[in-house]
């Protein structure tokens, strides 16, 4: 089976990148980030992987073919915590990789904004896109719905060319051998291994449509729930553990509330669902610790925090800046898994 192969635009720690090998597979071929803290990032866990850097000046002509285009562009010029100029912005980078997609014409485009950006500049997204002949899909989704610490609202989308000029089939669930990765066992079980993966029934509170079917709303995804235990039913010997687990949740749950207040059972969630406790929060010097927000991100540990040379605030920049795997693995599958009904419908 041959490997899809992903190239990387404003990369960041790689956060979306390992969501998209996740949930699809396949192997980077190249990356692109000029940020000076990035690129150590990048360099120190893609040794063998090509940094195009800044993509404003790149000659996509001259780039290796790519499956798979992904990327965070920056959010600044949409986020509700800066000037919101938009496309005014000298940071507006989008017509950029908009020019990367026409040459390399990906079979499937990837990117992640913040959610203030719908309501500001992606009507131009969505117009170059159909210009390009892509379609597209997107769903607003917060990490929280995953079970992280804090909320972290998203815009995830999913494009494709509707024709045949590139390198895509004309519908995107013909994925071949490269059908998206669904919890399981064997070779589909998705990679890489310490990624808990999140289920697409969490997806909540968001919409997603068509670039062709706009203004027609699919049904948004209610989140997860968990069962109840029935323990009249039960035999002893289940009773008892049960019993047992619960008062280690309690235990667990009083725990975490004397540590972390009001917090702690969203810090001890997330803990559950990566499988890795909470570093402490402040650094020996009274700051934030680095290896916190690491642990916010569900990214595996040292990820950022481990690379050499990395100073404390480029480390905490990169991680500002970068995606939740597991919030973009189930963003991803909701896109995929929900594109057969809408096409359906039609």
């Not at 790149?58 to 499956?67: E, G, I, L, Q, S």
């Not at 017509?95 to 950006?117: S, T």
């Not at 291994?193 to 999140?198: D, K, S």
Request: with cysteine; charged share 20%.
């Amino acid at each position: 089976m041959t490997a899809l192969r992903i190239g990387s635009v404003c990369t960041g720690y790689g956060g979306l990148d390992m969501a998209v090998r996740s949930v699809f597979g396949g192997e980077l071929a190249w990356v692109a980030d000029n940020d000076p803290g990035a690129s150590r990032i990048l360099a120190h866990r893609h040794p063998g992987v090509p940094n195009l850097g800044d993509i404003t000046s790149v000659d996509f002509a001259r780039v290796a073919p790519v499956d798979v285009v992904c990327g965070g562009y920056p959010c600044q010029p949409f986020s509700t915590a800066g000037k919101r100029k938009g496309t005014a912005d000298a940071r507006h980078i989008w017509p950029h990789i908009a020019r990367a997609l026409g040459v390399l014409r990906p079979r499937y485009a990837v990117f992640e904004n913040v959610a203030g950006h719908l309501s500001l500049g992606f009507d131009s997204v969505l117009a170059d896109l159909a210009a390009l002949g892509f379609d597209a899909r997107w769903c607003t989704l917060r990490a929280s719905d995953v079970g992280a610490a804090h909320q972290r609202n998203r815009l995830f989308v999913l494009a494709w060319p509707t024709d045949r000029r590139g390198r895509a089939p004309a519908d995107p669930l013909d994925l071949g051998e490269h059908r998206p990765r669904t919890r399981g066992t064997g070779r589909d079980e998705p990679a890489p291994r310490h990624l808990p993966v999140a289920d697409a029934s969490r997806v909540g509170h968001g919409n997603t449509w068509s670039a062709s079917e706009r203004g027609m709303a699919a049904p948004t995804v209610a989140g997860g729930h968990s069962a109840d235990f029935d323990s009249d039913h039960d035999e002893p010997e289940e009773q008892q553990r049960r019993e047992s687990a619960l008062r280690a949740g309690r235990d667990a749950d009083r725990h975490a509330a004397q540590r972390w207040g009001r917090y702690g059972p969203a810090i001890e969630a997330w803990a559950q669902v990566i499988g890795c406790p909470a570093p402490g929060p402040v650094a020996a010097v009274g700051r934030l610790s680095p290896a916190f927000v690491e642990w916010l991100m569900g990214l595996p540990a040292g990820h950022v925090t481990d690379v050499p040379g990395l100073s404390r605030s480029a480390q905490l920049k990169a991680l500002g800046n970068g995606v939740v795997p597991q919030q973009a693995v189930a963003a991803l599958r909701f896109l995929t898994l929900t594109a057969l009904p809408a096409r359906t419908a039609a």
